[in-house]
């Protein structure tokens, strides 16, 4: 089973200023199939990343994606109002078991 | 634009089995290249993915739920659902449905299952 670790576990920034979010693997990820997503309060999950830098239908081009093997990167490049949320990655390289890491607050400072 | 509901109880008794429908709207469930699976996240915690069908009936389960855990598809219904057998109070959660290719998308809105007695 493919562990992901995300940190930091909550990142206080102000809007406007640049969000860099890790997801680090406990093996690597095979083809980079990694996705992030954001979760805001009583929402479900939205994609935003797969395949670890393609942009998903929709998405602003501030969310960045980046990383390979086992280190990965998910960039907002100018925090606006609504990126405040949380953020998960998560693996589909290795079948059977699809994993998520266990989160990233972002939070308004 | 493809759209998932979730549907069932909202609470289930302790060692009862959990069940739930996904109904699939705005495209077909048999549209090659995508799975279809089942998400849960705990009240304050993460996600955890529970399992997958694609429309031919082939799944795949978590290894850690996989005793428990049945996936089926009803094409004519557009629909697929989730079993979830001998629930104890930890399987409480909000349970999602999704679409995927390995990443999940779009998701339904959510539905929130309670066990308790």
């Known amino acids: 089973e493919i562990v992901l670790t995300q940190s930091p576990g909550t990142l206080s920034l102000s809007p406007g200023e640049r969000a860099t979010l890790s997801c680090r693997a406990s093996q690597s990820v095979s083809s980079s199939y990694l996705a992030w997503y954001q979760q805001k309060p009583g929402q479900a999950p939205r994609l935003l990343i797969y395949?670890?830098?393609s942009r998903a239908t929709g998405i602003p081009d501030r969310f960045s994606g980046s990383g390979s093997g086992t280190d990965f990167t998910l960039t907002i490049s100018r925090l606006e109002p609504e990126d405040f949320a949380v953020y998960y990655c998560?693996?589909?390289?290795?079948?059977?078991?699809?994993?998520f890491g266990g989160g990233t607050k972002v939070e308004i400072k | 634009q493809l759209q998932l509901q979730e549907s069932g109880p909202g609470l289930v008794k302790p060692s009862e089995t959990l069940s739930l429908t996904c109904t699939v709207s705005g495209g077909s469930i048999s549209s090659s290249s995508y799975y279809w699976g089942w998400i849960r996240q705990p009240p304050g915690k993460g996600l955890e993915w529970i399992g997958s069908?694609?429309?031919?009936?082939?799944?795949y389960y978590n290894p850690s739920l996989k005793s428990r855990v049945t996936i089926s598809v009803d094409t004519s219904k557009n629909q697929f659902s989730l079993k979830l057998s001998s629930v104890t109070a930890a399987d409480t959660a909000v349970y999602y449905c999704a679409r995927h290719s390995g990443a999940f998308d779009p998701w339904g809105q959510g539905t929130l299952v309670t066990v308790s007695s």
């Open positions: 069908i694609y429309y031919s009936g082939s799944t």
């Open positions: 998560q693996q589909y390289g290795s079948s059977p078991r699809l994993t």
């Open positions: 395949g670890a830098s």
